[in-house]
């Protein structure tokens, strides 16, 4: 009989404990903290571009009337009262919040105006929060602007006992003029800070023209025309330089994601006789200089910087680091170069516009949407602030009616406050007048009644009225709201102008990240700079081990060698040099001489370093140098002229330069100078022609050199007329034949040509 499955133990009645789907209380739990963490941690709202702890901060100032112009307090008071009142965590973790909003390469508008250490741009520290003080900067107030006036929703604290905001009023575009960066449960943003003004032409052009694309809204270059003032990109606080184009912005801000470019700004300042230095003036954002100079000071030590002597840092109130380059020779844009590659002189900001829509769904916006977003936002705070100033008047106009009718009855309305019971409800029964009124009348104190003159009350009460007016014709016009949106931002835009009055870039609102092409340089000379210089002798072995030994080197121990195995090639190089291999099956292949084994051992096999096919052998190695020309053939005796700049080849694969057919190889590959090509075949058939015959190509099979009945090409060599030809016997000994000597054996090319003159070495080379 089988066994009965178990079943759960169930807990003694009267215990309150209770089983639980462990899975199922983990994701509750789970997506209960992610939540928690996207919504109140991690992602700024998108209306005022701020987090809870830094609209927590601004709120406690706020309520301790630190306004711009008010007396610093010390940050301990701003942190003590945040963390009691709003903000349930520690104390540090509020103070670093703080910090960061004072300061200047942290924020582009800085909502926080501190005294005291705050930190510096090195990394230090800043001091303890009992040392500093702070109040709020007039950026900090715009986000405040209206906060009393009913323009935004409260909700209670994290203990119930208060109120604070759930979004500022946010009179300043701060998501994108501040920028954002954090990493959530699954989700991160990062969002670099904008210049104001810039951003404020993108947003009236938004509200003038409801179709405008993110194209619209990127600056363009138009000669002869002045600045549109839209967006160019971002404006980081440090400055610095961005490089890249105006399309990949332009599909960065339409995607909401992307990246940009940022470089140092540097200089080159003439020593005179030859000799210059370079200074970095600005440094990317988000770096830290000591640890800047730091990394330099490192590569250099493990010469990975041979182009730089020294690094310096001579900075006080601004940067300046000074590089000191190891000759006036060098080029100061490869050495910078190699410096972008190598540091953080070059750093890629990333853009996730990843924000909270209305304060409550996550989602990627692009630039139109994150602006939109912003002026809706004003909108709305426009007409809660309209219609609470409406209410404000109605109630004040209620009492004004109330004091006009108590001035034209002043006997009255004293002897009913002095003899009746209950003057309230005399006051209205006489009078007809309202509770608030009433109210009023009785609260008034006796020193204002000189005051209640019939013409101020009525003065003020047409005043009063021709305001509400206006506000009710603005409520009912959606026209007229985006107007008072225009005004306020135009408002914004001058206070933060692009250009000063005296034609300079604005101290505040001038634009800090300059844009600029990469500089052109050769990438292969940007590598070239970081190899150390070196004399090599290169070893190549008949069965393809490969190897380099120190200096320069002409006899060579047989010991070096695997049993078996002997010398094939050996070329003095140095470690800069790149090295051109070609085999059998017409391919060329690139090897570096910084990157060839050491000369300890026996080396490594080339085809451990470069894919050559099976069953191809090498033919020749040799020493590439630029603008150099080659004539490769084959051995049926086809060929034809190509520089080695066309044979560089940037992968493993090599290069396929000669084209071959059936059984045929390359054979031979020579350096292709003087006027005249002298070619010998395996028949003992020598034949000489003008080199001009030959086409030069980048690729193909060439042209026919000389014509064969039996056998191939076996050896090719060129030389100069007014020279003669040159060959040497097995002896040693050197042969010279002037062209008037060899009238006989000159001709076309692709003729079969005649026996060589007495003399001439038996294996048909021209080197015995």
Request: net charge neutral; charged share 30%.
């Amino acid at each position: 009989m089988p066994k009965p499955p178990d079943t759960p133990t169930l807990p003694p009645a009267g215990d309150h404990q209770r089983i639980v789907d462990l899975r199922k209380a983990l994701e509750e739990r789970y997506l209960s903290y992610a939540l928690s963490t996207i919504t109140q941690r991690a992602l700024p709202d998108a209306r005022d571009g701020l987090k809870p702890v830094h609209r927590r901060i601004l709120h406690g100032m706020q309520l301790l009337r630190l306004d711009p112009t008010a007396a610093y307090k010390k940050s301990a008071k701003v942190v003590g009262d945040v963390m009691g009142s709003f903000h349930p965590h520690g104390d540090q973790s509020i103070y670093d919040a703080l910090v960061r909003l004072a300061q200047d390469f942290s924020l582009r508008y800085p909502l926080v105006d501190g005294q005291g250490n705050f930190g510096n741009i090195d990394g230090d520290n800043p001091a303890a929060m009992r040392y500093t003080e702070s109040r709020m900067t007039d950026v900090a107030g715009r986000l405040m602007e209206g906060i009393g006036e009913n323009a935004i929703d409260f909700k209670p604290t994290y203990d119930g006992s208060d109120q604070e905001p759930v979004v500022l009023p946010s009179n300043f575009p701060n998501l994108l003029a501040n920028g954002s960066t954090g990493i959530a449960v699954g989700m991160a943003t990062s969002v670099p800070p904008h210049n104001v003004a810039e951003l404020c032409t993108a947003a009236l052009k938004l509200i003038l023209e409801r179709d405008t694309t993110i194209d619209d809204l990127i600056h363009r270059e138009r000669p002869g025309e002045p600045d549109d003032g839209l967006v160019r990109g971002p404006d980081f606080p440090t400055g610095g330089v961005l490089v890249e184009t105006r399309e990949s912005i332009v599909q960065s801000y339409s995607t909401g994601r992307g990246s940009f470019r940022l470089r140092a700004r540097w200089s080159a300042e003439d020593k005179g006789r030859g000799v210059y230095l370079i200074v970095v003036t600005e440094i990317p954002y988000g770096v830290p200089k000591s640890r800047l100079v730091e990394k330099i000071a490192e590569l250099l030590l493990a010469k990975k910087l041979p182009l730089l002597k020294d690094v310096r840092d001579e900075s006080a109130d601004d940067i300046r680091l000074v590089l000191e380059p190891r000759a006036g020779t060098v080029d100061p844009i490869i050495l910078m170069e190699q410096l972008f590659r190598l540091t953080d002189l070059e750093v890629r900001f990333q853009l996730n516009l990843n924000v909270l829509d209305r304060g409550t769904v996550p989602r990627v916006m692009n630039l139109a949407e994150a602006l939109r977003a912003w002026l809706e936002h004003r909108k709305e705070v426009l007409v809660r602030r309209s219609q609470h100033r409406v209410d404000q008047i109605t109630h004040r106009l209620e009492v004004l009616d109330g004091y006009i009718i108590a001035f034209l009855n002043l006997d009255e309305v004293i002897r009913i406050i002095r003899e009746e019971d209950d003057a309230k409800a005399s006051l209205i029964a006489a009078f007809s007048l309202s509770d608030v009124q009433a109210e009023a009348i009785l609260n008034m104190r006796l020193r204002n009644l000189r005051k209640l003159e019939e013409m101020e009350l009525r003065t003020e009460h047409k005043k009063l009225t021709d305001e509400k007016a206006r506000l009710e014709i603005l409520l009912g016009s959606d026209k007229r709201q985006w107007g008072e949106i225009t005004r306020q931002v135009e408002a914004l835009r001058k206070a933060y102008p692009l250009i000063g009055e005296d034609g300079k870039p604005h101290p505040t609102g001038g634009r800090r990240t300059n844009f600029a092409s990469a500089p052109e340089a050769n990438l292969d000379d940007i590598d070239y700079a970081f190899i150390e210089r070196e004399p090599i002798t290169v070893i190549l072995s008949e069965k393809g081990w490969i190897r380099a030994l120190k200096g320069h080197i002409d006899e060579f121990d047989e010991k070096g060698f695997k049993a078996g195995d002997r010398l094939k090639l050996a070329i003095k190089a140095e470690t800069t040099d790149k090295l051109l291999l070609l085999t059998t099956g017409g391919k060329v292949y690139t090897l570096g001489g910084d990157k060839l084994p050491g000369g300890r051992g026996q080396g490594e096999p080339v085809r451990l370093m470069v894919d050559i096919e099976e069953g191809q052998d090498i033919v020749d190695l040799f020493v590439h140098r630029p603008k150099t020309r080659r004539i490769i053939a084959s051995s049926a005796g086809s060929g034809f002229v190509v520089s080695e700049d066309e044979m560089i080849a940037n992968t493993r694969k090599g290069k396929q330069i000669l084209n071959l057919t059936g059984a045929e190889e390359a054979r031979l590959m020579v350096v292709a100078t003087g006027t005249h090509v002298a070619v010998i075949g395996e028949n003992r058939k020598l034949l000489l022609f003008p080199l001009t015959q030959i086409p030069e190509m980048t690729r193909g099979k060439g042209v026919r050199l000389q014509r064969y009945k039996d056998g191939g090409l076996s050896d090719l060599k060129t030389f100069d007329a007014a020279v003669g030809l040159t060959w040497s016997d097995s002896s040693g000994r050197t042969h010279t034949r002037s062209m008037a000597d060899l009238t006989d054996w000159l001709a076309d090319r692709a003729q079969a040509g005649r026996q060589p003159p007495n003399g001439f070495p038996r294996n048909n080379r021209f080197t015995g």
